[in-house]
DNA sequence: ACCGTAGTACTACAGATGGAGTGGTGTCAA
DNA sequence: TTGACACCACTCCATCTGTAGTACTACGGT
């Protein structure tokens, strides 16, 4: 087993970009080493086996969706009001929309979850960190809205970006921009 | 190429069983076959390919998914009120939960549909008659709420359902009942 | 300056698996 | 008799995994 940090996460994104071009069926050992560009069993090498892999890349993908400092720092200026949460939204929706193959492959993690008990632990316990970072950075910086607002804007988000991303030609992306303001409109309450 | 119909929805319905179970990592001809208790060469004597085998997987779950007469005569009855577009949302989010691999099978698909044009082409024409008839029944049912009313529910349940699917320990039951309630009061307007 | 050691990169291979697709044969019904 | 289908068998093939062995590099000791 081999330890250099910076090779095993140089591994980890490239498993995240096969998992996101040729899904579950062409996650192999192989497929890593070629699109990382090393020789062949380096990937072996860094993993016991594939259900390790799969566990690493979840905290991969999550680690790589936090938004940076900046982007945090600039949205807690400005009023605390509805509009606020609308320009928030926007900017979700394209930041995780910007990381495609990372959405995409989380999707592929959450159906090998159904399957597979410690990357299920694994996902549910990072996602439930984010929701609840959500909900606090919400309650705290004083935007309008309750918990439930947070997990409601969560869940309409969430599919957005699924259609987006899967299905683009289903909604256009004027409809995804209007259906962002219309969901921010009704279900976070005026001031 | 084989064309009893019947033998064929058999295949494809343990197709979508294989595909739930196992991934599209695990959908092979012979596992279909096998899943069908019947001779190995049988699905390949029915589809050319693993594409079109995908595609007709696609077709077939819509096919399914639909609620049956008696439940849309049902439906029917009772007040216009919100209270009712709340029942009708618990029995769409039950009614999807249990085809649970109809469902699985179908972000399968989904995610498939990234690399197959022709797949997302099968999944946007019916997804989109689906929201579009959901629309329309809303719209002369006289319930409350315009269109965009429906899309947002659309999205909420959507990823709901994914959750109670995949990481059943995030969201509760009870939770998960609070919210379907809670996105009703919100998105759709009071009469 | 030399040597030994440890950790890692790279290479190669053993071993095994499992699937795709096709062609042939028997059966039944029109 | 013919056509369609179920069943069966067989060939070819494409990988994948996991590991063992070799080469390289850095570092610390003498």
Chains 1, 2 share one sequence.
């Not at 050992?29 to 890349?57: C, H, K, M, W």
């Not at 938004?67 to 606020?84: C, H, M, N, V």
């Not at 193959?101 to 090998?112: F, I, P, Q, V």
Request: charged share 30%; net charge negative; proline share 5%.
């Amino acid at each position: 087993m081999r330890r250099n940090p910076e090779r095993r996460s140089a591994l980890l994104d490239c498993a995240i970009d096969v998992l996101a071009r040729d899904g579950a069926r062409g996650l192999t050992f192989r497929a890593v080493d070629v699109e990382a560009e090393v020789p062949t069993g380096t990937t072996s090498n860094y993993f016991p086996n594939r259900a390790a892999l799969l566990t690493q890349i979840g905290g991969r993908i999550y680690e790589r969706l936090q938004p940076d400092p900046a982007t945090i720092a600039k949205s807690l200026e400005g009023p605390r009001t509805r509009a606020r949460v609308e320009a928030l939204m926007y900017e979700l929706v394209d930041r995780v929309s910007a990381f495609r193959t990372g959405y995409l492959a989380l999707l592929e993690l959450r159906l090998e979850a159904t399957r597979r008990p410690d990357l299920r632990e694994v996902l549910t316990t990072r996602i439930r960190a984010d929701v609840d970072a959500n909900i606090d950075y919400h309650l705290k910086s004083g935007l309008p809205g309750d918990a439930t607002t947070v997990k409601l804007l969560f869940l309409a988000m969430n599919w957005l970006i699924v259609e987006r991303l899967t299905l683009p030609d289903l909604f256009g992306e004027d409809e995804i921009h209007d259906l962002v303001a219309a969901a921010v409109e009704r279900i976070v309450p005026n001031q």
